[in-house]
């Protein structure tokens, strides 16, 4: 899994953490989750402010 796979993302984000308000995370909480994530895979250098926000978005309107 890529940064770009937004919302593979934000599912596997929901399944791992189903309890947490995605609005109440902070990015640099939400980017190491998503480093920690089994089949993400790539360069951590390459998350960006934007990136965070289209994950958190995804992951908000995942539990809609």
Known sequence: ????????IAIELLEAHPDVDPLAINFVDLRN????????????????????EAIQAAWIEELD
Request: aromatic content about 10%; proline content about 7%.
């Open 1 to 8: 899994m890529q940064w770009t796979d937004i919302n593979d």
């Open 33 to 52: 989750w998503v480093l920690a994530l089994p089949d993400f895979d790539d360069d951590p250098k390459h998350s960006g402010e934007k990136i965070l």
